[in-house]
């Protein structure tokens, strides 16, 4: 009887202890739920706001974990949340996936992936559409990131960018920028175009938006002060194009982006990259987390390598501009 009540204890201990065990605050290996012999992951994917370039991260990403066999419907469960530009909304989104405890979160933009990240220190996160990790306070180092965040970076060849600006309108003396204040990423990639334009003698003017109503008076307020604009991969910007182009279009100005999604809705030309291919990206990182393969927190950033120049030739013809062959013979026309 002593030996069974020895057993007993025994048993209680080891159970203690993996309770313990199991109370750390690091981040966790995915634990799918089974449905009959098939593990079914949950994924919660969580978008800023709805615009070309952010729904194309998106459906790069199922189509990334697709490539590696986590497909939808088969071992895959989506939880697909879209904030509309709203912190409270980010907010909501991020408790839902803590509460519901998902395998693993997509975190599309910046300011939706500090949201999830403030959410939960245990729940894998990749990140797609996002400039700078380490400037966003997402990772210690981009090269080894030492939290539960990882993914891909969407920063621009800046420098490149200002360079095909200069070969398509070469006399340009003044150059104005508009961007969200709120958004890091905007305000990098905004230092990096400042410093190119002004190695090449260009004076810069800045005017910043809180939100998509207040676009219309930013851009206004530089008619008749610059030849051209630069928007770079600005959320808020992005999502709200033609209402910026209503304005430089009567205006005769030009309008520079920083991804191929903003040339389509109304700018002229990019050197930019292709977000289906960096949600892509994210989503074979993603199935790594899965398998157990990696951990987040060992993933470096990665970056896009090859970029592709887009030009809008019906808004240049519009504008009275030509564009040099030489561009158009390596561009892609923006449909």
């Known amino acids: 009887m002593k030996n069974w009540k020895k057993l007993g204890v025994s048993v209680a201990l080891v159970a203690a202890l993996g309770i313990i065990a199991g109370c750390g605050g690091q981040e966790k290996k995915p634990a799918a739920a089974k449905t009959g012999d098939k593990k079914v992951y949950n994924v919660g994917i969580v978008q800023l706001v709805e615009h070309g370039a952010l729904d194309a991260a998106n459906k790069g990403f199922v189509d990334g974990l697709a490539s590696k066999g986590y497909k939808e419907g088969t071992n895959v469960k989506f939880d697909k949340q879209n904030a509309q530009a709203d912190q409270s909304n980010l907010q909501t989104i991020a408790q839902r996936f803590v509460n519901n405890k998902v395998d693993l979160i997509c975190a599309i933009a910046t300011p939706a992936a500090q949201t999830v ?193 887009i030009v809008n030739e019906a808004k240049a013809k519009k504008l009275g501009i030509t564009i040099p062959q030489d561009i158009l013979k390596k561009a892609k026309e923006a449909k």
């Open 117 to 309: 990240a403030n959410a939960t220190k245990d729940i894998p996160i990749v990140g797609t559409a996002i400039t700078d990790y380490k400037a966003a306070k997402l990772v210690k180092d981009n090269a080894k990131p030492g939290t539960n965040v990882t993914g891909t970076t969407d920063m621009n060849p800046v420098k490149d960018q200002i360079d095909l600006m200069t070969k398509i309108m070469p006399n340009v003396k003044t150059l104005g920028f508009i961007y969200t204040s709120s958004e890091v990423n905007s305000q990098i990639q905004i230092d990096l175009a400042k410093k190119a334009a002004e190695a090449k003698g260009i004076k810069t003017i800045e005017a910043t938006v809180s939100n998509v109503n207040d676009i219309q008076q930013a851009v206004q307020s530089m008619v008749g002060k610059v030849q051209a604009i630069y928007v770079p991969t600005d959320n808020v910007l992005a999502s709200a194009m033609p209402t910026l182009c209503s304005v430089t279009d009567e205006a005769k100005i030009p309008v520079f982006c920083g991804e191929g999604g903003m040339v389509k809705g109304g700018g002229l030309a990019t050197l930019g990259i292709d977000y289906y291919k960096l949600g892509y990206q994210t989503g074979v990182m993603a199935a790594d987390i899965l398998a157990g393969k990696a951990k987040a927190s060992d993933m470096a950033i990665q970056a896009q390598k090859t970029f592709q120049v």
